[in-house]
T-cell receptor, first 115, second 110 residues
Framework: DTGVSQDPRHKITKRGQNVTFRCDPI?????LYWYRQTLGQGPEFLTY????????KSRLLSDRFSAERPKGSFSTLEIQRTEQGDSAMYLC?????????????FGNGTRLTVT | GQQLNQSPQSMFIQEGEDVSMNCTSS?????WLWYKQDPGEGPVLLIA?????ELTSNGRLTAQFGITRKDSFLNISASIPSDVGIYFC??????????FGTGTSLTVIP
């Protein structure tokens, strides 16, 4: 399968714990995005990378959130000191920068539940 | 961030009927995307639009990039049960960040 892969699919954690999610994009895609989606809402932009550079971050991305893409391939999203309000689906998407024929292709997400 | 309004919020239709939904933006976009999302899964790309006035089809789906560049439309012809899901529009004016609508939930009654 050459689509976007996310791990884990589900994560249950207690409030205050740290969690880390991983995303493997489509191999030839140089852009990688993180979105958050809560029930009944559309995905909300968090941040994106072009290669290893993090080019834009949303105000939604508090200082408890950090994303990395160290070698321009896979990416990790870490949430420190989780809060119940962090419970959501975290979606990763990738695309090919530079061309207009570069829509976002999403993975199946990581569903986070903070108890 | 940008606000995209989708309507209707939900639809209940009989199998075989045609479906129309739309998405409006407060800003001009140069790219519109339409996605379908099933429960517990990520959004799947249906159609991408890059030019004002463009009309693009994908099987029974047809989408249009509005002339004002502030809206887009999605039509589904002869609906079938597997069309059930939530449909999202997404737009961008930079090709970098994409903003999503709140979705249209479609239920098809056999």
């Amino acid at each position: 399968d050459t689509g976007v892969s996310q791990d884990p699919r589900h994560k249950i954690t207690k409030r205050g714990q740290n969690v880390t999610f991983r995303c493997d994009p489509i191999s030839e895609h140089n852009r990688l995005y993180w979105y958050r989606q809560t029930l009944g809402q559309g995905p909300e932009f968090l941040t994106y990378f072009q290669n290893e550079a993090q080019l834009e971050k949303s105000r939604l991305l508090s200082d408890r959130f950090s994303a990395e893409r160290p070698k321009g391939s896979f990416s990790t999203l870490e949430i420190q000191r989780t809060e119940q309000g962090d419970s959501a689906m975290y979606l990763c998407a990738s695309s090919l920068a530079g061309g207009y024929n570069s829509p976002l292709h999403f993975g199946n997400g990581t569903r986070l539940t903070v108890t | 961030g940008q606000q995209l309004n989708q309507s209707p919020q939900s639809m209940f239709i009989q199998e075989g009927e045609d479906v129309s939904m739309n998405c409006t933006s407060s800003s001009i976009f140069n790219t519109w995307l339409w996605y379908k999302q099933d429960p517990g899964e990520g959004p799947v790309l249906l159609i991408a639009l890059y030019k004002a006035g463009e009309l693009t089809s994908n099987g029974r789906l047809t989408a249009q990039f509005g002339i004002t560049r502030k809206d887009s439309f999605l039509n589904i012809s002869a609906s079938i049960p597997s069309d059930v899901g939530i449909y999202f529009c997404a737009g961008s004016n930079t090709g970098n960040q994409f903003y999503f609508g709140t979705g249209t939930s479609l239920t098809v009654i056999p």
